[in-house]
């Protein structure tokens, strides 16, 4: 069982950034692909990035290309979301999740997931 905790959501003005953590509880974090979702009120949970087991490769939805970077920390069995260039279109919860094999851009391809953290961008 894997359990995932995020944090680091907030408050912040459109240019600004932020950086989201995610801690995992997993002994064998290092055997999951990590990645970030969100959820805008009234809209599908959608695919932001993506990160391999060892962080050698990382993937990103195309709304967020150039301004997000995925990153983990295997000793610390933690995944990180750092934002910037924030627009306020990236206003939504943002879930961390995980999985054995593959990345992949699904929601349902995901067995576990977080419980979320806001991120608000005001204009």
């Known amino acids: 069982q894997v359990q995932l905790v995020e944090s680091g959501g907030g408050l912040v003005q459109a240019g600004g950034s932020l950086r989201l953590s995610c801690a995992a509880s997993?002994?064998?974090?290092?055997?999951?692909?990590m990645a970030w979702f969100r959820q805008a009120p009234g809209k599908e949970r959608e695919f932001v990035a993506a990160i391999s087991w060892s962080g050698a490769s990382t993937y990103y939805g195309d709304s967020v290309k150039g301004r997000f970077t995925i990153s983990r920390d295997n000793a610390k069995n933690t995944v990180y979301l750092q934002m910037n260039s924030l627009k306020p279109e990236d206003t939504a919860v943002y879930y961390c999740?995980?999985?054995?094999?593959?990345?992949?851009?699904?929601?349902?391809?995901?067995?576990?997931w977080g419980q979320g953290t806001q991120v608000t961008v005001s204009s």
């Open positions: 999740a995980a999985r054995l094999n593959y990345y992949s851009v699904y929601v349902h391809a995901y067995p576990h």
């Open positions: 997993a002994r064998t974090f290092s055997n999951y692909y």
